[in-house]
Nanobody, 125 residues
Framework: QVQLVESGGGLVQAGGSLRLSCAAS????????MGWFRQGPGSEREFVAA????????WYADSVKGRFTISRDNAKNTLYLQMNSLKPEDTAIYYC??????????????????WGQGTQVTVSS
């Protein structure tokens, strides 16, 4: 299995920025995809962004398009999520995810083979 270790969460004011990192170890990502999900209080875990590990194609939830950028460093097996123009509704626990077998949407939790432990992002108004 793949171990995913997240970092970079914290408390920021609305309009601010954070960059989340996810370092993977144990197995390589191959030709499949990585992504980020988030889960707010009382909400289901929802898709945020995904990237093909080889090729770098990206996908975003409508709620974060134009504000968030997903990227990866293949050599370091590290995934990033740059979050700009943060809003209070972005407050959630953010989870790094490795997708199994899929390289296109829909990006479903059922296709996730490995999860990070989650990192808290809190955006104050």
């Amino acid at each position: 299995q793949v171990q995913l270790v997240e970092s970079g969460g914290g408390l920021v004011q609305a309009g601010g920025s954070l960059r989340l990192s996810c370092a993977a170890s144990g197995r390589t990502f191959g030709s499949y995809s990585m992504g980020w999900f988030r889960q707010g209080p009382g909400s289901e875990r929802e898709f945020v962004a995904a990237i093909r590990w080889i090729g770098g194609n990206t996908w975003y939830a409508d709620s974060v398009k134009g504000r968030f950028t997903i990227s990866r460093d293949n050599a370091k097996n590290t995934l990033y999520l740059q979050m700009n123009s943060l809003k209070p509704e972005d407050t959630a626990i953010y989870y790094c995810a490795q997708f199994d077998r899929v390289t296109t949407p829909p990006w479903r939790t059922g296709n996730v083979g490995s999860w990070g432990q989650g990192t808290q992002v809190t955006v104050s108004s």
